[in-house]
Every structure is written in structure tokens, then in C-alpha cells.
């Protein structure tokens, strides 16, 4: 099975920076039978109504974004001044800090725009179908198990904008395997429940709230 682990080391890193569709197919039919028996049962058949095909098929569309070459070649200068762009209020730097949240990728000071992207985008909202894209990959992130250090910015944002669809996602996430999941869905309950779902309050996502 294909752990959060996994795909953050230099090997997969490397893999999912490639763009040639081959090495797409080669992951997909290896991780084929392991996502077989990994999603049934699991949130993508509870929550999504998916399937093996419609996992790949999800795969097939949303892993390019790893490859993006200007999400790749951005470093801690780019991105600072990403950052002031967008607390400006610059439409085009929005536009490209959505595009930035939402990919996975694991440059230098990555995680860290990430953060602060999220706690301006907290306060100061994008579009609505901007912020059901946020939402979404937070969401798959949290159920995937595909999130990393200083991700708790990224869930105080999301709960912010959907504190609903998040306390659903935190009921899945607390019926998981495995175990950092589950304490990550017991700290979103937790962060929902302090703000009585009212999305105008501030979460705080506390770090010692382990059960």
C-alpha cells in the first residue's frame, strides 16, 4: 500500500516529477491491486461513492499537477513575493496561489507558503469555486493521509469555509486504519466543536488533542 511515507520520498518525488505518461501508467499498475483492497470499504467508496476505475481515472487527471514546471521551480524568493501579491489583492497571483495550494509539490519553503497562504485565504476568501477547491483537497489530503508539516493551516482554512463538509470528513477520518489519520479527524472534531460550526469564528486546531 502506498503510504504518505512513500510518495515524500526522493524516489516517488522523482516519479511524479517526471511528465512522461508511462511512468503515470507504470505507477498506476503497480498501485493497482493495492488500491484495490485499500479503497473498498474506504472513504472513497463511503464518501465519493468511488471505485477502483474511478480512483485511477482520478489519478490519471489530478497527478499531472505534480509535474507542473512553474510550481516546481518556484523558490522562497518567487513565493514571498507571491505572497505579497495576493495580500495586495492581485487577481493573476490568486489565481496562481490557488493553483500552488492545491498541487503537490516539495520545493524549498513549499509547506511554508502553503501555510501562510492559507491563513490570508482564511480571512480574506477567494472566489466560492475557489474555495470548494481548497476544500477538496484538503479534504482528500486529510483521508488520503497525504499531508505533511504545517497542515494545520491548511484545516483551520478549510473548516473556516465548510465547517460541515469538514466535520463529515473528520467522521471518516476517525474510522481509519491508520492511526495519524484518525488523530488528525479527532482534531478537527475537536476544532469544530470549540467554534459551534459558525464559520465567521477562528478555529484553533490545538496540538495536544490526541483523543
Known amino acids: 500500500m502506498l503510504l504518505a511515507a512513500d510518495v515524500f520520498t526522493p524516489s516517488w ?55 507542473a514546471n512553474w510550481i516546481r521551480s518556484l523558490g522562497k524568493t518567487d513565493l514571498e513575493r507571491l505572497i505579497d501579491e495576493v495580500k495586495r489583492g492581485e487577481s493573476e497571483a490568486i489565481g496562481r496561489s490557488i493553483a500552488f495550494v492545491v498541487a503537490e509539490s516539495f ?7 502553503r501555510a501562510k497562504l492559507c491563513r490570508h485565504f482564511k480571512n480574506h476568501p477567494p472566489a466560492p469555486s475557489d474555495c470548494d477547491r481548497l476544500v477538496s483537497t484538503v479534504v482528500d489530503r486529510l483521508l488520503g493521509g497525504y499531508f505533511y508539516e504545517q497542515f494545520f493551516d491548511q484545516l483551520s482554512m478549510a473548516i473556516r469555509f465548510a465547517p460541515d463538509r469538514m466535520g463529515h470528513a473528520a467522521s471518516v477520518a476517525v474510522k481509519s486504519d491508520r492511526e495519524y489519520i484518525r488523530r488528525y479527524g479527532v482534531r478537527v472534531r475537536h476544532a469544530i466543536k470549540s467554534i459551534g460550526c459558525d464559520p465567521r469564528s477562528a478555529p484553533v486546531i490545538r496540538r495536544d488533542w490526541y483523543s
Open 13 to 67: 518525488r522523482s516519479l511524479f516529477w517526471q511528465e512522461d505518461e508511462r511512468c503515470l501508467a507504470w505507477f498506476i499498475d503497480r498501485q493497482r491491486e493495492s488500491y484495490r483492497h485499500y479503497w473498498t470499504g474506504c472513504y472513497r467508496a463511503d464518501y465519493y461513492g468511488w471505485d477502483l476505475e474511478s480512483e485511477v481515472a482520478w489519478m490519471t487527471t489530478m497527478r499531472p499537477s505534480y509535474a
Open 107 to 113: 520545493g524549498y519553503w513549499h509547506n511554508r507558503a
